[in-house]
């Protein structure tokens, strides 16, 4: 049984009598409710207090939402929750990953590419304390991954780069900046994302190191970490064969189980070598690496058997916890297992001080949400990142009084990308503030016809052509590469040695794979206004470029860098 006096509970004597006084009183349908971390989907208070009623579910998360909003429901949960509740977000770029109003500071690879741990630490802070107002309690961040792989269309800029030592590095700081707060912390996504080139919201993906290499790499970062003090682990869908025939040699290619469900992982490196004794919960359940590992009625109990502490999400809540019930009652999961689970639950709560707290939310919170300070750091991380990868025509500065009409063509401005059609108008805007004439580019709408262009009335009748690519990485999609939109791609950049061209990814870094022949090209890792108006300024010459890529952004491809 875990030590909970020791790493990463350090509970005192009476909170260790609450966790086994709460134990001793609950049922075994009380405590299979525990292990659940549920997704709260109604926009509707009493529907997620009564799912707590009938299911009394260890924790929750909802996507963002207006803070008045989620400060009452969570006041509601917790007044109603016999004990209380987790309350998790994605704090991985900042407040606004748990409140629509709160700082969108930098995504985690911006941070890293400022090359100051301090941005990395402000980035934890300040979304802890943003979601802490509110009553966030978990953070599921740092992501600890390492981007190894360019074409992986998750991984990218949800990381600190491809350097395992500034990953390492980053993440620690983050935790620093959570701790400060009272916010619990979820590195992830254990055995490591960004080896593979495929998503597993769509398929369980590989991390294929062997065990040396994974050791000083992958390895190197979670035990830092674990013994740091990160209190949660989430378990990846993520194979990594290595390991499993590590621990059991025998194990067919059929066998090897994703880290989610896997006691060769959970238990034998994660837990047994690493040392980790806090909770180990889930990535969510209703992903497809997940769900397909095998029948439902056995996964649930595997996932336990194997280790796990909580559940994320789920396909069907009853049915989920049906299952695991009906796991205890049979003995395929045992009383001890279920308690030993239960009790890292109930320890991270009480570590939070959860069971002592009169008031989970902060009566002051609109105050933390988005103030000018925190706005004011997320600006010049901005500001530090943003990063020159090359200007082989020497273009820069590009001006209103040498280069006042400019051809603009945003790509991926669309749906089904993050920032849809804002991201077009807050380019727009800022270019004509800035004194320039500006021709946007119709992709959407092109014509086979009007795909026959006269290239000397293009060059007479721009000074630049600038494209920014608005193509981000984001879960469900296959790839995260630039798709020239019109005719015959008419999008893409057919007139670079006609007319000046640049262009600006503001989100994936490794756009340039499929623009090689853009002479000028520019990295921001995020989007947002003051993003966009920062560029400008960069582009203009008012400002220095001062960000350091974390990644190759050249892909380590033939004729990127010219």
């Not at 009380?30 to 009394?56: N, P, T, W």
């Not at 009553?135 to 992501?143: K, Q």
């Not at 700081?173 to 597993?200: L, T």
């Not at 025939?245 to 290619?253: D, G, I, Q, V, Y």
């Amino acid at each position: 049984m875990t030590d909970l006096s020791k790493t990463p509970f350090h509970l005192g004597k009476t909170q260790q009598e609450w966790v086994k006084k709460t134990l001793g009183q609950m049922s075994v349908e009380e405590k299979a409710g525990q292990l659940f971390l549920v997704i709260g989907q109604s926009d509707h208070d009493e529907d997620i207090l009564d799912m707590y009623r009938e299911f009394q579910f260890g924790g929750i998360m909802y996507r963002p939402d207006r803070a008045d909003k989620l400060k009452n429901r969570n006041d509601k949960l917790q007044a109603l929750a016999k004990i209380p509740v987790l309350i998790a977000a994605n704090l991985e770029a900042g407040g606004s990953g748990a409140v629509l109003e709160g700082t969108n500071f930098a995504s985690q690879l911006e941070a890293a590419a400022t090359g100051d741990v301090r941005q990395a630490y402000h980035l934890g802070d300040i979304s802890a304390r943003e979601g802490s107002a509110v009553g966030v309690n978990l953070a599921f961040a740092p992501v600890c991954d390492i981007d190894r792989n360019w074409r992986n269309p998750i991984t990218n800029t949800r990381t600190y780069g491809s350097d395992p030592e500034i990953v390492l590095s980053m993440c620690e700081a983050y935790m620093d900046g959570a701790a400060k707060n009272g916010v619990a912390v979820s590195i992830k996504h254990f055995p490591g994302d960004g080896c593979d080139e495929r998503d597993q919201h769509l398929v369980a993906s590989v991390n294929d190191l062997s065990c040396e290499e994974w050791d000083a790499t992958y390895g190197k970062i979670y035990k830092s970490l674990i013994e740091k003090g990160a209190q949660t682990v989430m378990a990846g869908h993520i194979l990594q064969p290595a390991y499993s025939r590590n621990f059991s040699p025998e194990l067919t290619e059929e066998q090897i189980l994703p880290a989610s469900c896997s006691k060769e992982l959970v238990q034998g490196l994660l837990r047994g070598k690493l040392g980790f004794q806090g909770v180990v919960l889930t990535d969510a359940a209703n992903m497809l690496g997940y769900c397909t590992a095998m029948k439902r009625r056995d996964l649930i109990p595997t996932t336990i058997n194997a280790g796990v502490d909580m559940i994320l999400f789920g396909k069907n809540l009853a049915e989920d916890l049906s299952y695991l019930i009906d796991a205890v009652r049979t003995g395929v999961v045992s009383v001890e297992r279920l308690d030993e689970a239960v009790t890292r639950v109930l320890a991270l709560k009480a570590s939070l001080g959860l069971h002592e707290k009169k008031h989970f939310t902060a009566d002051n919170y609109r105050g933390l949400i988005a103030a000018p300070e925190s706005l004011r750091l997320a600006a010049e991380c901005a500001d530090q990142a943003i990063t020159l990868v090359k200007d082989t025509q020497n273009l820069l500065p590009v001006t209103p009084k040498k280069h006042r009409r400019v051809w603009l063509h945003v790509n991926g401005d669309k749906p089904g990308f993050t920032g849809g059609s804002r991201c077009r108008e807050m380019v727009i805007r800022a270019l004509q503030k800035a004194g320039f004439e500006v021709d946007v580019y119709d992709a959407e709408h092109t014509t086979m016809e009007e795909t026959v262009v006269s290239t000397e009335e293009i060059a007479k009748k721009y000074d630049v052509i600038m494209y920014f690519s608005n193509i981000i990485n984001a879960s469900y999609q296959t790839t995260a590469r630039i798709q020239w939109q019109g005719a015959v791609a008419q999008e893409g950049p057919y007139f670079v040695k006609e007319v000046p061209t640049l262009m600006v990814s503001l989100g994936n870094p490794y756009g340039f794979a499929d623009a090689p022949m853009i002479p000028t090209i520019i990295n921001t890792y995020h989007v947002s206004q003051t993003i966009i108006d920062m560029v400008v300024e960069k582009i203009m010459g008012r400002s220095p470029f001062k960000g350091i890529s974390p990644v190759d952004p050249f892909c380590g491809m033939f004729g990127t860098t010219l």
